[in-house]
């Protein structure tokens, strides 16, 4: 609920700010530093409090996290169609923000499994062990400060190439405010996106909350084990970089995000659903982690190049909603999408809350002695909330309606009438004004 207020204002301000540093950079650099304290703060409550006060801290700490790393994610992302508005070449650079994206983050929480999360004699499962995770959260916010700097500086030379903020008429109301971020959420292509995002961010949340659970509890695999699956979404993003642009011009950005979104799924149930009938390769088989990690590999590249396409496919709609309302906020369509994504972690973290609850999972189970029954549930309920989730998600973008021509005419209209603006100043300005 806070980031679905944050998180648009946050792009509407960022679209309508002029600077020396133009209307990105300001807010990236402004996100390092708080982001980073936050998300530490997160994992070091004060001493002494009750439920009660340490439940308001953890949605305190974990809000305001969230609120700082949209400054960044939000500008970060609408960056993308200022960078390009070729077609093709948006969904490239989305297919390498991805593949960075993946290498980060699983490689922390490869590196997390293998070296920070150790096994000790009272917890022999080292996810398990509670004094990892001071490391962990100390380790996790000096790589987002670092991440975030180093994304700053490195795009700080294309500040004079991206696009400005249009120049203020006077000063813009509130209600003018809303007014114009509303006429951009009644797009079409948007609310299709949107739809699409939240089913499919929590379907990713879901599974990111229980994967763990499966890898200790049906698999019983190791915190080593468990690293080295890690790595499968690095295989997937690396296989997904180059696939995500091949299959988005052979079938269509909106085609190939709905038809590897679903195969994709299906794909990585497979195992679970196995595993439930019993004809899966059971524990301490030799050919257990690799088969899980073949599945993980392709399972992962499927739903990445539907994510890649899709992101591109909010790229365009800039574009369309510009041709029908005059105004370019990128900063507006992304903080929408960084809500999606903040799905991922606050509806995908409930649902699979409510999964455990209805499976009767119980509190502090011993992978040794967790009854059969009892993971046979979480799988009964885990397998159709997950599919169910994705293919819901996929029927909205049916109603997408930007193709390739329809987006190469949005470009030639604001090439025109770019070009129409650039006469029409050079018509009205004074005689001997220097030229702009």
Request: proline share 5%.
């Amino acid at each position: 609920l806070v980031d679905a207020f944050v998180d648009p204002a946050i792009g509407r301000w960022a679209d309508v700010t002029r600077s020396r540093w133009g209307r990105r950079h300001p807010f990236i650099y402004g996100s390092a530093v708080p982001t980073a304290i936050f998300f530490i703060l997160t994992w070091f409550p004060p001493d002494g409090l009750t439920h009660v006060q340490l439940g308001f801290w953890i949605f305190a700490m974990a809000s305001l996290t969230r609120a700082s790393i949209s400054l960044f994610e939000i500008n970060a992302s609408a960056m993308a169609p200022e960078l390009s508005d070729v077609y093709a070449t948006r969904t490239k650079l989305f297919s390498l923000r991805y593949w960075f994206g993946y290498a980060g983050s699983f490689g922390f929480a490869a590196f997390s499994l293998a070296v920070i999360f150790v096994a000790t004699d009272q917890y022999p499962v080292g996810q398990l062990n509670p004094d990892s995770y001071a490391n962990f959260a100390i380790l996790g916010a000096a790589l987002i400060f670092i991440a975030i700097v180093v994304f700053g500086v490195g795009t700080h030379n294309r500040i004079p190439h991206l696009r400005q903020a249009d120049v203020p008429t006077g000063k813009t109301s509130l209600g003018q405010h809303l007014r114009e971020m509303f006429a951009a959420f009644r797009n079409r292509g948007f609310l299709s996106i949107f739809g699409f995002g939240v089913f499919k961010y929590t379907a990713i949340g879901l599974y990111g909350a229980t994967t763990l659970y499966f890898g200790t509890y049906l698999f019983k695999l190791s915190s080593g084990q468990l690293a080295i699956l890690t790595f499968d979404s690095l295989v997937a993003a690396t296989l997904a970089a180059p696939l995500a642009p091949y299959f988005s011009n052979l079938m269509g950005k909106r085609a190939s995000s709905m038809i590897f979104a679903v195969v994709g799924v299906g794909i990585g149930v497979t195992p679970l659903w196995m595993s439930l009938f019993d004809i899966y390769f059971p524990v301490g088989h030799p050919l257990l982690v690799p088969s899980l990690f073949l599945v993980g590999a392709v399972y992962g590249a499927m739903v990445a190049i539907s994510l890649i396409n899709t992101s591109s496919m909010l790229a365009d709609v800039v574009e369309d909603s510009a041709v029908q309302t005059g105004r370019h906020t990128a900063g507006t369509f992304f903080a929408a999408s960084s809500f999606m994504q903040q799905c991922s972690a606050a509806l995908g973290v409930f649902v699979a809350g409510r999964v455990l609850e209805w499976s009767a999972f119980p509190e502090r189970a011993d992978p040794a002695t967790i009854p059969d029954a009892t993971v046979d549930s979480l799988l009964i309920h885990y397998i159709p909330t997950s599919f169910g989730l994705w293919a819901i998600g996929c029927l909205f973008l049916f109603f997408y309606p930007i193709t390739r021509q329809r987006h190469e005419s949005n470009i030639e209209i604001l090439r025109a009438r770019e070009a129409e603006a650039r006469e029409a100043e050079m018509r009205d300005a004074p005689i001997g004004a220097p030229a702009r």
